[in-house]
């Protein structure tokens, strides 16, 4: 395969020494298998292994790879170099987070968010072994199947404005899982998550631009899930309000 | 050993121009002050009806000077997206499960926007006899 030549323009940040980030330039060869992610491995191998990013599966699964790529955000490893329109191919870290280094992000406040709605199994009595597992039919699976496939890789929160505008809101990725568990027929915490989720910072703040959805790399449409949660909040608060808690199930 | 802050930058004022889906997003949110604004115009209307014949009847001229049927246009197509981007929300959410799964977003887009008009028809006919 023919080699050809393209400028990689990365965004470098070393805490501690710059004092904001700038674009550095490397030229690289290239074929028309590698991705953005193979050029960014290419300059740290052979050019400056200064450079410094995340990266794990090279196949779209682990979600560390995330970067904005010529303004689209996107995995690195699920873009090819000669995909990319322009005349170089600029990698910028994921906008809305942190900058640690380089193109490296903190995430620990997503990971906060996370805990706090439970992306787990919530049982009030667990069944005795001897009873066997849960079971589930197709349709049970079906009904949390699209928001299981979340890789936690944050493109939603680096597309949502309103995660820009104010950090304290839960996100998309927290409430598409959250909604996976709430959908899972195994799960009891609901009503829990739902009153975790039913406040200022929480899926009401969402105003439906939609672009975490598309920014998706699994399309698991969190912007989706967040109306459902709504729709599921609002029946859960007119149900405590209009009916006696002895006929609540 | 030092420990050193991350770098945190602030969102560009322009962020909405970067990207035509936000563009509309803003035009959507615009859209639904706008329409919230147009009601009020139309409550006024309705005040200076109650005022007399002369005070309606500035208002009717005014409402069709130049300037505000301008004005009233670009309200209208700020209405027009709010209205079809809803419409385009509602569909790629589908809070509300009709069918076994979800239709596709188009398929739905489609189905309510032909409802909307249908139903305008029906108001506009009632209101006025007819187109």
């Known amino acids: 395969m023919a080699e050809k030549d393209v400028v990689f323009r990365v965004k470098r940040y070393r805490p501690g020494h710059d004092a904001a980030p700038h674009y550095q330039e490397y030229r690289i060869p290239y074929t028309d298998d590698m991705v953005v992610l193979d050029g960014l491995n290419y300059i740290k191998d052979q050019i400056d292994p200064t450079l410094t990013f995340r990266w794990s599966c090279r196949m779209g699964i682990c979600g560390s790879c ?25 990698v910028d870290p994921m906008p809305n987070f942190p900058i640690l280094k ?4 903190e995430f620990d406040d997503f990971l906060r968010k996370l805990q706090d709605v439970k992306p787990y199994i919530v049982r009030g009595e667990e069944k005795p072994l001897a009873e066997g597992e849960y079971l589930q039919t197709p349709e049970d699976v079906e009904a949390y199947r699209q928001q299981s496939m979340c890789i936690n890789c944050m493109l939603c929160y680096s597309a949502c404005p309103v995660f820009a505008a104010s950090d304290h ?7 598409a899982l959250a909604y996976r568990y709430i959908r899972d027929s195994r799960d009891e915490g609901a ?19 939609g672009e975490c959805s598309v920014v998706c790399p699994k399309d698991v449409d969190p912007a989706g899930a967040i109306q459902n949660l709504k729709v599921l909040a609002s029946i859960r608060q007119m149900r405590e309000l209009l009916v006696p808690k002895w006929a609540r199930r | 050993m030092p420990r050193f802050l991350p770098y945190t ?3 560009p004022a322009g962020w909405w121009l970067r990207n035509p889906r ?4 803003q035009a959507r949110e615009v859209g639904g002050i706008l329409t919230a604004a147009y009601g009020l115009v139309l409550l006024y209307q309705l005040r200076q009806f109650h005022r007399g014949p002369s005070a309606f009847e500035w208002f009717q001229a005014m409402l069709q000077s130049p300037p505000v049927v301008l004005l009233t246009f670009v309200v209208f ?3 027009m997206v709010h209205a079809l981007t809803w419409f385009q929300s509602l569909a790629r959410a589908q809070p509300v499960a009709l069918t076994k799964r979800p239709m596709p977003w188009r398929q739905a887009f489609a189905v ?11 108001v506009l006919y009632l209101f006025f006899g007819g187109l």
């Open chain 1, 66 to 90: 995330g970067a904005s790529v010529n303004g689209k955000l996107r995995l690195t490893c699920g873009i090819f170099i000669k995909e990319v329109r322009g005349r170089a191919v600029t």
């Open chain 1, 102 to 105: 380089d193109l490296v992000v």
């Open chain 1, 169 to 175: 809101f839960v996100g998309p990725a927290a409430s």
């Open chain 1, 191 to 209: 009503d829990e998550r739902l009153g975790i989720l039913s406040t200022k910072t929480g899926i009401w703040e969402c105003t439906f631009v």
């Open chain 2, 9 to 11: 930058s602030k969102r």
């Open chain 2, 22 to 25: 936000y563009l509309l997003f």
């Open chain 2, 77 to 79: 197509g700020f209405i």
């Open chain 2, 112 to 122: 309510t926007v032909v409802l909307w008009i249908l139903v305008s028809v029906v």
